[in-house]
């Protein structure tokens, strides 16, 4: 059997209707989520920005700059 938990404390937290007899041999897999603070991804992300020099139009025209279809407007 299975059971996920968290640590709490420095104690292992499983769901309240998980009951173990005492004594049970147990294993601990641990699974480290490193996340990243949506601020540290940002401005990660607009390290990756930089000015274009696209027609002003580029957003409504796409498929004519990308394709040569006809112009929308």
């Not at 404390?9 to 699974?31: H, M, R, T, Y």
């Amino acid at each position: 059997m299975s059971y996920k938990g968290t640590i709490q404390n420095g104690q292992i937290k499983l769901p309240p209707d998980v009951v173990l007899p005492e004594g049970a041999s147990v294993v601990v897999d641990v699974e480290l989520r490193e996340e990243v603070p949506i601020a540290d991804f940002a401005r990660e992300l607009l390290k990756l920005s930089r000015p274009r020099d696209w027609p002003t139009d580029m957003a409504l025209n796409h498929d004519h700059y990308l394709h040569g279809l006809p112009k929308s407007a």
